[in-house]
């Protein structure tokens, strides 16, 4: 019997703050007067359009999406599919990477 494994499947999440000038807002339409309302929407354009660069971050931790325990055939599945930049490693590599699963293992 091969060995089994379980793989967590979850989401990191960041919050993310953005500072941007008014005076630099009503350079992007100078045909227009910026008010409150449209500096609110063309402040959340730019952030949308991902032209702002990032003020602070604060991470928020990591939910948990799903559980599941798979046999290694689906295990190496799994990583081959995720990891198609590592399609040239063997077999035995990929095992090898799947038990050194412990932050501060080693190699």
Known sequence: MSEQYVIVTAISTFRHRYCIPMSELQQLNQ???LNDA?????AEDCVTCEDVEEF???HLG???IDTM???????VQYFDRD????ADWG?????KYM???KINSGP
């Open 69 to 75: 325990i798979v046999d290694e055939a689906e295990a």
């Open 99 to 101: 038990h050194n699963w």
């Open 83 to 86: 990891n198609d930049y590592l």
């Open 56 to 58: 602070s971050q604060v």
């Open 38 to 42: 449209l500096a609110v929407e063309w």
């Open 62 to 64: 990591e939910q948990i």
């Open 31 to 33: 045909d227009m007067v």
């Open 91 to 95: 077999m035995e590599k990929k095992i």
